[in-house]
């Protein structure tokens, strides 16, 4: 987690950072954030650091616990349940407004972005790449203008949702079925198919619902036989 320290904030690069850390996965829901190693490895001093934790807990993707100092966000199993219903009702009406308002170079593009994820899948790109292409879908998806207030009630959810979004495809053959999901659902967008494009769209959200639940649930019965 080296900074490179621009003529941009300083704050926001140690900010872009730590989300990236946390959004991959690689600190964890629960894992206190020590502030004095994470100085050392980033050379940056306590007040920065400080700085962009604050704004990190505004964001929801950090947790300050009395004694404890920072923890990464954890994501309970009701709440979990709800974000996928309004992320799944969202992203449903979402496909079809596109089906309906899109021109045949936005489902162009769109194609484009999905034939991406499936080569990035194919290649074994990194998580973050792979977020990356995922979210190009979504940005010609929730671009055109029908979709303004669906994409604004998605951006309130969508910390919460790009780590649920990075634990259920770095669950090993997820992204194999992620790509099979998407491609059908531009499938049926290609094909102006508005009742079967936005059923396709939320089967892939609560297959996508299915596999965190599990992920969690296993978490769970793990902790518990440790204990």
Known sequence: MKVVRQTSSL????QEALREEILSGRLKPGQRLVEQDLCNEMDISRT?????IRSLEAEGLLTLVPHRGAVVASVELPDVRQIYQ?????EALAT???VVSSTDEEIAE?????EELRIAASRNLSGKEIREIKQRFYDILLGISENRIVKEQLDKLNNRISMLRTLSMGRPGRLKFTVIEIEEIVEAIKKRDRARASEAALKHIENSEKNVV???LM?????QNNH
Not at 219 to 223: A, D, V
Request: glycine share 6%; net charge positive; proline share 0%.
């Open 11 to 14: 704050r926001f690069q140690i």
């Open 48 to 52: 920065s650091l400080r700085e962009a």
């Open 86 to 90: 309004v992320r799944g009702a969202l």
């Open 96 to 98: 079809s407004n596109f």
């Open 110 to 114: 769109l194609a484009n972005a999905v």
């Open 214 to 216: 599990e992920l969690l």
């Open 219 to 223: 978490k769970s019965g793990e902790k």
